[in-house]
């Protein structure tokens, strides 16, 4: 089946600093998602993109659909102690007939030292 | 308009008790879904249902049966629980243009 590959694993940072993570996979999806969780939470919608190469900005957060399908990454700029979370990335592909179903990365877990 | 809701938000079992995780969504969504997340392994699929009347087989349904009771209601059933069976269990469901939306979890520990 479909698998993606998502890095890094983890990220201890300092407060202001960029962060970015990506995520990539051999097979070809038709939407990337990324959601981030907060602890003891369920994962929240953070951006969601449609078309190869298309880059959407929410805030202080930009992500990008790689070119070739395959691949996607997502940037936070200048961080703050409540971006502490995991961080996680997800490619939708057809499933057959009008269901669709998401595949997703094993998370990146993102501390932010104040 | 509340999203997803699902009871209990914790709950221990013992190895061979049955339970039943309840999850109902108000956004009139078609899809539901249940994930279990474990450390290390993201979120698997246990079980999808596109509409009402129809439940699939996910990654790891196995121990597993579902139920969708009508369009807000997708219920999760232990039969006999396991402690393969300790994780966190998250219901969502899709908003269209392929988005999930994810209730908080019911976190299950098997003894």
């Known amino acids: 089946g479909q698998q993606l590959n998502q890095s890094p694993q983890s990220m201890f940072i300092q407060e202001g600093e960029d962060v970015s993570m990506n995520c990539t996979s051999s097979?070809?999806?038709?939407?990337w998602l990324w959601y981030k969780q907060d602890p003891g939470e369920g994962p929240v919608l953070l951006i969601a993109?449609?078309?190869?190469?298309e880059l959407t900005s929410n805030g202080r957060l930009t992500a990008q659909f790689g070119i070739t399908r395959k691949d996607s990454f997502l940037n936070i700029s200048a961080s703050i102690p409540s971006d502490v979370g995991i961080y996680f990335c997800?490619?939708?592909?057809?499933?057959?007939?009008?269901?669709?179903?998401?595949?997703f990365g094993k998370g990146t877990l993102l501390t932010v030292n104040p | 308009n509340a999203g997803v809701t699902q009871t209990p938000k914790f709950q221990v079992l013992k190895t061979g008790q049955s339970m039943t995780l309840q999850c109902a969504q108000d956004m009139n969504h078609n899809s539901m879904y249940w994930y279990r997340q474990d450390p290390g392994m993201g979120l698997r699929l246990i079980y999808y249902s596109a509409s009402e009347g129809t439940t699939d087989k996910g990654e790891v349904p196995n121990g597993y049966n579902v139920s969708r009771l009508n369009k807000r209601e997708f219920s999760l059933r232990l039969e006999s629980a396991a402690p393969s069976q300790t994780s966190v269990y998250f219901c969502?469901?899709?908003?269209?243009?392929?988005?999930?939306?994810f209730g908080p979890g019911t976190r299950l520990t098997v003894l």
């Open positions: 997800a490619g939708q592909f057809y499933s057959g007939g009008s269901n669709y179903k998401l595949t």
């Open positions: 969502a469901s899709d908003g269209g243009r392929d988005t999930q939306y």
């Open positions: 993109l449609y078309k190869a190469g």
């Open positions: 097979s070809i999806f038709n939407t």
